[in-house]
């Protein structure tokens, strides 16, 4: 019998196309060595060509999902995705300070991924759920990974080069995530995709060249969850996102056609290496 591997958990809404959401946060998970565990947040229609309705889990049925798992299995890591509403994200807050998530007592590393923006830079949640995003979530956050468009609603800064993402990430630090990553993808027309890493006074910069294809559905959340995966194995967070960065360029690389839309991008390549 095998020991038990290490354990990371997502709260998050279910894409069921398979793609996006809690789909792509295990995928990633199991891919990167950990035992994903899930809270679900929403149960959404969706498939490659978009999001046809969204049916939210009740606020303290979330919070339970959190409660059981982390009282008995445990984890060495969690992260966010699709909180949708202020009612769920004030849940997942005080669940989390309950049982020993985030920077309140440090003992387990807290991603929050702010799924905030469209794929086409729509705002996704209403202004008191952007606020508690702000005010109750970043404060308690290890990392928080917002993408450009997210960046934007959440802090009103534009980015559009080295100086500007700094500048973000400066404002998005002063929330109270003790690193933030400032992720590159949505600058279109770059010929390099450039995640900022900071943490108050040091940067660190992930660079490669763009990927040319449509198929990047998932891409945020699969970043998000390889890194919340690495620190549940107990990298450091730098180190943790180096090696999140390095399995998201592969699987964005890899990444394939589904359905009529946007494809995901694909974890195989890691299974693969491992059979």
């Known amino acids: 019998m095998a020991e038990t591997p290490p354990r990371a958990l997502t709260i998050a809404g279910s894409d069921s196309g398979g793609a996006a959401g809690l789909e792509a946060d295990l995928r990633a998970m199991t891919a990167c060595g950990v035992h994903g565990c899930v809270a679900v947040t929403a149960v959404t229609v969706q498939n490659s060509l978009g999001v046809s309705g969204v049916h939210l889990v009740p606020p303290e049925t979330v919070a339970a999902q959190v409660r059981a798992v982390v009282t008995d ?80 609603l959440l802090v009103d800064v534009t980015v559009t080069d080295a100086d500007s993402a700094l500048a973000a990430a400066k404002a998005l630090h002063a929330l109270g995530p003790r690193y933030v990553l400032v992720k590159g993808g949505h600058l279109r027309g770059s010929p390099e995709v450039t995640d900022l890493l900071f943490d108050g006074s040091q940067t660190w910069e992930f660079a490669g060249p763009r990927i040319d294809t449509p198929h990047v559905h998932g891409a945020g959340d699969a970043l998000a969850s390889a890194t919340c995966a690495a620190l549940a194995r107990g990298l450091a967070m730098p180190e943790a996102v180096a090696s999140a960065e390095r399995y998201i360029r592969r699987a964005v690389a890899e990444s394939y056609p589904l359905g009529a839309g946007v494809g995901p991008v694909s974890p195989l390549w890691a299974v693969d290496a491992h059979v």
Do not use: C, H, W, Y
Request: hydrophobic share 55%; charged share 20%.
């Open 73 to 152: 299995i445990g984890v060495g890591a969690a992260k966010t995705g699709m909180l949708a509403s202020a009612a769920i994200i004030e849940a997942v807050a005080d669940v989390v300070d309950e049982v020993g998530i985030g920077r309140a007592q440090d003992a387990v590393p807290f991603v929050v991924d702010p799924v905030a923006a469209s794929m086409a830079g729509e705002p996704l949640l209403a202004e008191d759920a952007m606020e508690a995003i702000r005010t109750r979530l970043f404060p308690r956050a290890a990392l928080a990974t917002p993408n450009l468009d997210e960046v934007r």
